[in-house]
């Protein structure tokens, strides 16, 4: 059975850091496409960050600098790392994994900003 499990998340203060986590079994994911989505309150899930399977990183515009997509081969894990944190990253944030056809979602991990 494939499971996605992130973990990581929590509440900080704005400006502050977080590393999440995204802990695979049942695939290995150093050969999928890792995505990090995130959906706030009343907004559309949008993806924010991306690491191919050649380790080809993309990030989206709004946390271009801030955040950092990795991987762990060894431990089967893709992280996010995320700097300088604001109120408006307030969201769960999800992990997908695919490869062509296959494709599989974590459960997501709350994040909330806030002082």
Not at 16 to 24: D, K, N, Q, V
């Amino acid at each position: 059975q494939v499971q996605l499990v992130e973990s990581g998340g929590g509440l900080v203060q704005p400006g502050g850091s977080l590393r999440l986590s995204c802990a695979a079994s049942g695939i290995q994911l150093s050969i999928y496409t890792v995505n990090w989505f995130r959906q706030a309150p009343g907004k559309q899930r949008e993806m924010i960050a991306q690491v191919a399977g050649r380790a080809t990183k993309r990030y989206a515009d709004s946390v271009e600098g801030r955040f950092t997509v990795s991987r762990d081969n060894a431990k089967n894990t893709v992280y996010l790392r995320m700097n300088s944190l604001q109120p408006e990253d307030t969201a769960v944030y999800y992990c997908n994994a695919n490869w062509g056809r296959d494709e599989h979602w974590g459960e997501g991990t709350q994040v909330t900003v806030s002082s």
